[in-house]
């Protein structure tokens, strides 16, 4: 029977999160707003201006190479803070198995905001469903269209100042009124039993 | 009326009338609604968790398949649509079309909470309740309901099709 020969090569453990966020701070000093430590979960909370090199640094620096974008969204914090937005990136390095997140304010007049799609292509959709949801465009991604709701839908659901309820109907969504209208149209034709 | 005592007709039932060995005599409505819901295809239109349950109702253990339900890929070869989920505005025109490819008469099941009433989803992107662009004949509450709740719901169905005068006939 053959035997097929496993190896596995195990890194050592990653850097502490903590070192990652001081290295940023040393890096980049101008960028940085704050590090947030909540239960050994590390946040480096940094302007937008310069995302894209940080978190180009974070993928390519051979010590960190977080290869491995787990999840890109934003955070609405309206009336709560002075930056209205919060873009979240959470990172995680497959080799190393450490993780931090960067959170990059945006502001809430016209919100956008560098794409990272050129280092993490999995970054593509995740993208196109913030900017669905918050309206945030991501300057340079290759396909900025809504991804979840109708393309012609009015509004970004997930902005704490969205009505939870939607529109009323006679400002609802045009594809959905059209099914209503069609139904109506129709009925003369249902065979009622 | 012609007086049928005398040429040795036996009644079994209601409208149903056999003279032996081999000639029965019965009404269009009894036995045209007698073969319709006895071979009820729903088309599948599974848009959620209650699809699951659909599935289950159709397979071994429940098997739709002993009472003559059998899943039909093309709503142009079935007979009602089980709406199974949740009806999001963005899939309502879709709903509507496969409702619409059906050939009279059809019928429709909302099965679970959210395709009658929108259930927990009172939220921007969902329709509260499919009965606002379909007519629905059956509701079947459950949040998924059971396969034998949906069962029941076909039941009802096959009970709403055996009572029904004439609507097989488009010269009604």
Known sequence: ?193 | MIDTSAMGLIQVEEDVKILPPNIIITSFDKIINWGRLSSMWPTTFGLACCAIEMMAAGAAHNDLDRFGIIFRGSPRQADCVIVAGTVTKKMAPVVRRVYDQIPEPRYVIAMGSCACTGGVFRTYSTVQGCDSFLPVDVYVPGCPPRPEALLEGLMMLQEKIRNEKARWSPWR
Request: net charge negative; glycine share 4%.
């Open chain 1, 1 to 193: 029977m053959a035997v097929t020969e496993v190896r596995i090569t195990i890194h050592p453990a990653g850097t502490d999160p903590v070192q990652i966020a001081e290295k940023i701070k040393e890096l980049f000093p101008e960028q940085v707003i704050e590090v947030v430590n909540f239960r050994d979960q590390v946040s480096v909370i940094i302007k937008k201006d310069m995302v894209f090199a940080i978190l180009k640094y974070l993928h390519d620096d051979p010590l960190f190479s977080f290869d491995h974008l787990q999840d890109l969204t934003a955070v609405d914090y309206l009336k709560k803070k002075d930056l209205r937005f919060e873009v979240v990136y959470n990172l995680y390095s497959m080799k190393y198995r450490h993780q931090i997140r960067i959170r990059a304010q945006v502001a809430d007049d016209k919100p956008s905001i560098s794409t990272v799609v050129p280092i993490w292509e999995g970054a593509n959709w995740h993208e196109r469903e913030c900017y669905d949801m918050f309206g945030i465009r991501f300057n340079g991604h290759p396909d900025p269209r809504r991804i979840l709701m109708p393309e012609d839908w009015e509004g970004y659901p997930l902005r704490k100042d969205y009505p939870l309820k939607g529109p009323e109907l006679e400002n609802d969504w045009i594809g959905f009124r059209e099914v209503l209208k069609r139904s109506q149209e129709l009925k003369e034709f249902e065979w009622e039993g």
